[in-house]
């Protein structure tokens, strides 16, 4: 093989790899305590997050043309590193929604309840998690499974966020307060 030859292939094999990239995790804010390792490939938004405290973590992406080529998938490792138990856990999403709930599966504690919307996700623990859960399927276990993301509306260079949080019990308890006096005021309304 002549220099000129592996040259090519050398810039056409650049040319591909360059095709194929993932959604980029531009920024993260919140406590600097809160650490963020990011593993995402194309078609697959997946990270670790660290939680040394319970503020809210903001992850900031990029779509790439890789992940528009299917499904995109999402999974996350988090980490309590902060010595207190997790009763409650969410991830919320701006600029892109959930297509299909995934797993949930935690190191220690129990779950009591995932829910979704299209835009929120979220865990209660029947006994709180003091180590460590997997959102979606990060370690590719038999029987677990991602949870999707629509990219349905996107192209290549929008962007999205998804706010990880321990909501605190006082936002807990006023938004259960909320959503009952919501269903007693829709309740009222259809007795009339």
Aim: proline share 4%.
């Amino acid at each position: 093989m002549n220099f000129r030859t592996l040259l090519i292939s050398f810039l056409g094999a650049l040319v591909i790899s360059g095709s194929a990239s993932a959604a980029v995790l531009v920024s993260s804010t919140g406590s600097p305590a809160n650490v963020v390792t990011d593993y995402s490939t194309p078609s697959l938004v997946s990270f670790d997050l660290d939680l040394e405290n319970f503020s809210s973590t903001r992850l900031n992406f990029v779509i790439e043309e890789g992940d528009l080529l299917g499904p995109l998938s999402l999974n996350a490792l988090v980490r309590n590193l902060s010595g207190m138990g997790i009763d409650h856990f969410t991830f919320a999403l701006q600029g892109v929604t959930f297509a299909a709930a995934g797993s949930v599966t935690p190191a220690f504690g129990t779950v009591a309840g995932v829910g979704f919307t299209s835009n929120l996700a979220t865990i209660d623990f029947r006994t709180p998690e003091f180590a460590e859960f997997q959102f979606g399927n990060p370690f590719g276990t038999v029987g677990k499974s991602d949870w999707v993301l629509n990219t349905a509306n996107l192209r290549a260079g929008d962007q999205f966020s998804i706010t990880a949080s321990v909501p605190e019990p006082s936002t807990i308890t006023l938004m259960l307060a909320m959503l009952i006096a919501g269903s007693l005021a829709l309740k009222r309304r259809d007795d009339r």
